[in-house]
């Protein structure tokens, strides 16, 4: 894992080692994947701005969400069915988290139970259990009712960005990013598929009726664990989010990797919006993005914009296709490493002191269409 330097290489080595199913399951986007591909591109459009002769020997990289203490500005977002890229599964994104002190959301589509997951938390490690509110909302019940009794579980992520599934259609176009790597391994996938399967599986079907007021006021009466909203896509939603608080601490803002609804905005747009016409918002909510994070320097720019922390969610997986939990251990060491190189080059001492001076990014701003 060590000789891994970046992203793009342990995407690359993950890509040898998956089976199709799997590696289809963690490239695959809604769409033509545009919204995939924005997701990477804005950072690159965004500019750092680097003050000098500020002393970088001490930098601290950690900071707080929700008020628990976290040793990076990095987390794992939710992802469905960890065992499908190595047997480790969703433990093994959590061991490598633990080694970091960052937060790890489980996936309501994880493939172990929560339990397990954090079953070898480290002391003082911080989980959030995503929920995807099902037809049948008893079934919600049950699971916010085993939920509550695990101390290591923090908040509740709300995905509320696909009341409908996305279309995917890669199966149906061949894979061509695959079969490339593929063509000159002798062997095959060396990860063969398990029998990996949703440890919480519902038998209603995720629900399409979730409305803000309804939803909210039933979450309260079966957890009081603060709510994170995850899949934020517009300024005007996260100003209503910010006027369920207390209650909602946070939000994601986040297009679920472009796996949705196809052209829908990155999470920077969106938090460029929000500093634009509801910076108040930035004070009252936790801000969170997710969404194209390959890099240290994406992490650092979205910071300076005002996020509280960053998500990642392929990378993850990419992680542990690549090397199992070690793999996941070595995707979180590159981008803290290159955070902490990044803050420093800005003469940016800790998390808190990364600001919209450090950053020009006006051509970002230029492309977003939403204009009053
Ligand atoms: C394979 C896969 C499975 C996912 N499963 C979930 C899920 O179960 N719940 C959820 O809220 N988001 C899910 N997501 C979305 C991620 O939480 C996150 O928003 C997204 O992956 C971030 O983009 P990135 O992959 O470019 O980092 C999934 C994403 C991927 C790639």
């Known amino acids: 894992m060590e000789t891994l330097q970046s992203l ?187 029998d990996a399967r949703v440890a919480l599986p519902s038998v209603s079907g995720p629900a399409s009726d979730v409305e803000w007021k309804d939803t909210l006021q039933w979450l309260a009466h079966h957890t009081s664990l603060p709510i994170i909203i995850k899949g934020i896509q517009t300024y005007e939603d996260a100003q209503i989010a910010a006027t369920y608080t207390p209650h909602v601490r946070g939000i994601i803002l986040s297009n679920h990797g472009g796996r949705v609804l196809d052209t829908a905005p990155p999470a920077i747009h969106t938090l460029l919006e929000i500093r634009r016409y509801c910076p108040e918002v930035l004070r009252e909510l936790d801000i969170l993005v997710d969404g194209g994070i390959r890099r240290g320097t994406d992490v650092v720019k979205a910071l300076c914009l005002g996020a509280r922390a960053v998500g990642i969610g392929r990378a993850a997986l990419w992680g542990l296709g690549a090397g199992g939990g070690a793999g996941v251990e070595r995707v979180l060491q590159i981008l803290a490493q290159e955070t902490r190189s990044c803050m420093q080059l800005l003469g940016v001492r800790k998390v808190s002191d990364a600001g919209m001076h450090h950053v020009n990014a006006r051509i970002v701003e230029n492309q977003i269409y939403h204009r009053y």
Not at 43 to 54: A, K, N
Not at 101 to 115: D, H, T
């Open 8 to 194: 793009d290489e342990v995407e690359h080595l993950a890509t040898r080692r998956l089976s199709k199913r799997a590696w289809s399951f963690n490239y695959s986007a809604a769409g033509d994947h545009i919204s995939k591909r924005l997701d990477q591109e804005v950072y690159r459009s965004i500019l750092l701005r680097p003050r000098v002769f500020i002393n970088a020997q001490e930098c601290d990289i950690a900071t707080t969400i929700l008020g628990h203490r976290v040793g990076l500005p990095l987390f794992v977002s939710p992802v469905a069915m960890a065992r499908l890229a190595h047997p480790a599964g969703e433990a093994g994104i959590a061991a490598a988290c633990a080694v970091f002190g960052a937060l790890c959301i489980i996936s309501n589509n994880a493939s172990m139970a929560p339990e397990e997951i954090v079953a070898c938390a480290a002391p003082g490690q911080v989980f959030g259990f995503q929920l995807y509110v099902q037809t049948d909302r008893t079934e919600s019940e049950a699971v916010l009712a085993r939920i509550n009794n695990i101390p290591a579980i923090k908040s509740i992520v709300l995905t509320v960005d696909e009341p409908v599934p996305g279309k995917h259609e890669i199966g149906e176009r061949g894979f061509e990013p695959y079969d490339e790597v593929h063509k000159d391994v002798t062997s095959q996938a060396c990860t063969p598929d398990t």
